[in-house]
């Protein structure tokens, strides 16, 4: 009974962040300014990394995929959470539902990839400068990149695959704004408990090995850079890093308080204000970051 049920569901409802009318208007209007914020403020990077010659470096052009993903990343769920802001019927097809959450979690699990191979960018430039342009070469900056992005949509075709799998038995009310895996997964109403341990683990892979490997590198960075002897060189040094380790700290620090958990499962109120932090804030703060403390990049957007 519990498989045709299942079979039955054709789509989710959205219980969305507020049933309030006044609050649904307030928060559409601040989500909407914020979006656009996202919008432009990425697409200026990727205009200036792209347009100014003087970024033609491996540093900007990962930079530059970081704000591809930002941007990729907000407008998955963002869109869709504007309109049920300002609509009675807050509803989602199966098959959209399946869509965004594979994209949200391959866009995720990109930028994770990504921080820490950024990380490792840094740490050639600073401990192994000599032999720099060497091991970061332009082909070896594509390549990564790539496979960056490939991991990322292969990687969660499995996370994907697990949650669907399991028997909702008619379920369909998600609580949060966005079909979020750990919301889908607690629909469920079989024994989920070897399918909580598979997504534990694959969460426990895919974000605590790249932020171990992310601690280890700035831990070796900072070693360096106590080494460095020209005060203009060593400010410059942590002026970067302190820019990427704020950008780390806000995705993996969300990322982890969501997926990072021994049986994860929705924690209502509680991972909705953490989704909007790492849908919403994060995208929106990542390209401030970068160009607030970075001279070359407001350099360059002045001119674009």
């Known amino acids: 009974m519990a498989s045709i049920n299942d079979t039955n569901i054709k789509e989710f409802i959205l219980l969305g962040l507020s049933t309030i ?57 963002i869109p869709r959470m504007l309109r049920d802001l300002l609509s009675d019927k807050k509803t989602i097809s199966n098959e959209e539902c399946v869509a965004q959450m594979y994209i949200v979690l391959s866009l995720g699990v990109t930028e994770c990839m990504l921080l820490a191979v950024m990380a490792y960018d840094r740490y050639i430039a600073i401990c192994y400068p000599l032999h720099y342009n060497t091991i970061i070469s332009p082909t070896t900056c594509i390549i990564t990149a790539a496979g960056v992005w490939v991991f990322g949509f292969l990687s969660s075709v499995v996370l994907v695959m697990i949650t669907w799998s399991v028997d909702r038995c008619g379920h369909n009310k998600i609580n949060h ?111 401030l970051v970068y160009t607030l403390r970075n001279k070359e990049v407001k350099l360059a957007l002045k001119f674009c």
């Open 177 to 287: 704004f966005m079909c979020e895996l750990p919301e889908v997964l607690s629909l469920g109403c079989s024994n989920l408990t070897s399918v909580k341990s598979i997504i534990f683990v694959l969460s426990i892979v895919i974000l605590i090995i790249p932020i171990s490997f992310i601690i280890i590198t700035f831990i070796k960075i900072i070693r360096a850079i106590f080494k460095i002897s020209a005060s203009e060189g060593r400010t410059k040094a942590i002026s970067t890093c302190a820019s990427h380790i704020i950008v780390v700290t806000l995705f993996y620090g969300s990322a982890m308080a969501t997926y990072i958990k021994p049986q994860p499962e929705s924690s209502g109120d509680k991972d909705k204000f953490i989704g909007i932090f790492y849908t919403i804030v994060t995208p929106l703060l990542n390209p």
């Open 21 to 77: 009318p006044y609050m649904q208007n307030i928060l559409f209007v601040i989500f909407s300014v914020m979006y656009l914020v996202i919008l432009l403020a990425n697409s200026l990077i990727i205009l200036a990394t792209v347009v100014d010659r003087r970024l033609h470096t491996p540093m900007y052009f990962f930079l530059r995929n970081l704000s591809i993903v930002d941007i990729c990343y907000s407008s998955t769920s």
